[in-house]
Each structure stands twice: as structure tokens, then as C-alpha cells.
């Protein structure tokens, strides 16, 4: 059995969601099984959930939900199928809009609870349309509905270390029809909806992939799989055939948004193969992502990625530094402001470190909780660039070729850093220099 996650772009319109059958149909004839299937909510409508629930707080709610009815309407439309399906979930999803009127206020549960109807609305869909394509026994299926409990982190809940026996149990009277489960979204311990975090459907995938023990969990996306750049920058970026997860983990916590960063862990813990698929090319190999991937000694770094709007923040302090404790009270102040550190570098009298938390109130309690013990300056705007591959490991003047490349472009590095895995090279620049960066880049390292 395989699991297969269509993410938004594949929910996109009509003719996509088609396709995805289509690649359903196939699947069940190649293997004989069905598989279980996992699905985004239809391209953008998470964000239109989000705004519609920002938007509700100053009273703007018939609009929005409009504007989403409208597009589930066409898409329903566009399937020839009932208009009745998801009415209840649309109705639901007004009410609330209007509670959060009311009380004049949206939370992080709240956010939660609104976005939590995209997938609610693409599963059912997809399923209704199974059906009608002959597949009696399709069904959606709500995931928390399966099992999956997350802790209470609203907006980037994880999995709490039960839920795969609990999805294990719960999918067994379900076993034989063919399941269309919610991406993105589980419960918590009180029976909150929770998600967690942007892109999480893959996430989703691989755990229940995990937790069902299936031999493979097929991400399909309008990529023709992981490739060495991201193809919106680099026009010629080219897809990767295999990738470790380790190299995998990397590129996705540094800012390849092909891949939600925790979808290797579940694989991994269970060894199971995350193939990356195009969901307009399924002939296309695609990446296949196992725990030991494959080193070219032509090609030892894999992948240039990026994670733009990070900040940097610089402690400087002549006094303090060296002498011990500093760097503990340091860091206390970041575990009690909730600001976690991506990267870090540190000289005689200073510290540097990155973090993608970028709300002015959170910045404003860290500097002045700082500033008790140094100086502090904080800047936005900033992007890290890493570039992945395990064949880094063996292969000296990596770095150099990568520094000349970003001075060519004149550009100064702002930060370096390299992880204890050997397996990046990571740097700070600024947003505004990202093409010209990357596009240096990946010249030098693929020609
Ligand atoms: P999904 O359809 O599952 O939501 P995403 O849109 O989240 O898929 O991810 C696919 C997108 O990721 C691509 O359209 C591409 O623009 C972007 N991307 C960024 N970096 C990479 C990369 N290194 N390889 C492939 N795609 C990348
Ligand atoms: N719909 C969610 C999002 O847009 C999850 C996903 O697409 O994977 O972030
Ligand atoms: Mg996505």
C-alpha cells in the first residue's frame, strides 16, 4: 500500500483534481490496492481562510466567505458534481466568522479553526468525485477523526507520540474503502482543531504513512520533483533522482518549500521512501528520498536553497563575553521570549544569530531583555542561504568556490556558518540579493 498526498496546486482547479483520479485510477491498477490518499485544500484557500478570519475580527465577513463558496462552487461545478457537498461545512465556517465578530478577537486556536475548512471542503470533494467515478467505497475522512492528536501549539501543533497507534487502530474498520484524508489538520487533547504549519499535508502523509506502515509516501506536486534550485528563480534548475533524508531534512528546514520540513521524520523513523512526483508529469521519475541517498563526486553539493524575511541579531558585549554564564543568560532570554535561533556565530565580542520570528512586539521584549546584559542591534530583511549535499563531507574548497561565487555578484556575507554534519554550508545576505546570489550560485556548482 502507498500513501498519496496531492498538495494545493494539484487541488488547484477542476482539470488538476482530475488528473489526481486519474493517478489514483492508476495506482489501484499497478498495484492492486488501494491507496490512501491525503489532500491540500485547493490552491490559496488557506491563506483566503486566514485573511477571511483576520478580516471577520473588524466585522468584513460576508465577503470573504463568499468569495470561498464561490471558488468550491466552480470547482464542484467544474466536476459535475452536487452543489450540497461541503454546504454544512461552509455554513459552520460562517458562524464562526461571525463568533469571531462578536468577541472582536481571533486567536491562534481560532486561526486554526477557520483554516481548518479548506481541507475539510478538498476532501470531500475529492472523494464525491471518486465516487462518481465508480469507486463506491471512497469516503473523506477528517484525520483527528482517524486518530491524529497533536499537542496544543496552535498554528505548528506536532504529533503527540501516541497518535501513530492511535491512527493504526482507528483506520482498521476503514481499510477496505478508498480514504481521502484532511492534510494539515488534527486535534488536540481537548478536541480543539489544530494544524501544523504552512505546507503540512506532506507532513500529514508521511505520518500516517508511518503509522499505517505503507511501502512508500508519494508527494505529487507540479514539480518534477526536488531540484537543485528553486525553478521560480533558476530557469534551469533540474530535478534531483535521489536524495538521503538527511539531505532531504536539510533542504526542506532551509527554506525549499517543496517539501514541509517534518516530513522526513516519521519516514525516517520507520524507513519508508518519500517519493517526490509531478502531478502534470507522472511519468517523470520524480526524487526518491531513502535513508542513504547517493553521492556524485561531479555534484557534491545537491541543492542551493533559501529562507528569506529572517532577522539578524547581533549581541556585543566587551565585558562579558568570554567570561562564563554569559551564553547561558543569553540564551535563557531567547527560551523565555519563545525565539528560536536558526543560525549562530560568534566572535571574541560579539554573537550572531538568525531567527524567522518577525513580529515587532516579540523583537521589542527580546531586545529589551537583551539589553540588560548587552548590546543590540536587530536587523530585518535578511535571507539565509544554504547550500546541501552529503558528498560535502569529502570534497575540500567547497566553501571557497561558494564565497567567490557571492563576491563575483558583489556581495558580502554577512554570516557563515557550517553544521557539525558537514552536509551545509550556510550563509546571511540580504532578501534583495537573493536572485543574483542564487543565480551565481548555481552556475558555479551546476553549470
Ligand atoms: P504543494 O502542491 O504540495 O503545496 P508546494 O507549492 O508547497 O507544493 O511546493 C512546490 C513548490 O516549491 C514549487 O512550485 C516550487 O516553486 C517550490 N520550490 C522551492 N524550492 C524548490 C526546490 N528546490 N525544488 C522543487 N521545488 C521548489
Ligand atoms: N493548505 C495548507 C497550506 O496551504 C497545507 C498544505 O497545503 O500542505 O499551508
Ligand atoms: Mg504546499
Redesign the pocket.
Known sequence: MVVM???????GNPDAIRRCAELVERDIKQRGKKPVVVV?AY?KITDKLLDAAKRAVKGDIDGPVHEIAKRHHEILKGLDLPKEIGEKNLSELHDLLRGIHMVKEVTPRLYDYVSSFGERLSSKTFAALLRARGHGDSEAINAYDLGFTTDSRFMNARPLPDTYEKIAEAFKPHAHKLVVITGFIGKDKNGDITTIGR?G??YTAAIFGAALGVDEIQ?????P????????VIKD?H?LPKLSFEEASE?AYY??????PATMVPAMKRGIPVR?LH?FDPEAPGTVITPHGETDSKHPVK?I?YKEDQVLINVRSERMLGTEGFMARMFNIFERNHIVIDMISTSEVSVSMTTDVTEGHKLDTLRRDLEEIAKVDIQKDKCIVALVGEGMKHTVGLAARAFKSVAASQVSLQMISQGASEINITFLIDNSQIPTVIKGLHKEFFG
Request: glycine residues 10%.
Open positions: 498526498k496531492f498538495g494545493g496546486t494539484s487541488m491540500s490552491s505546507s499535508s506532506d508527494v505529487w506536486k507540479d514539480v520533483g526536488v531540484m537543485t534550485s528553486d525553478p521560480t534548475a530535478p533542504l527554506g525549499a518549500e517543496v517539501l514541509h517526490v502531478t541543492s536553497v
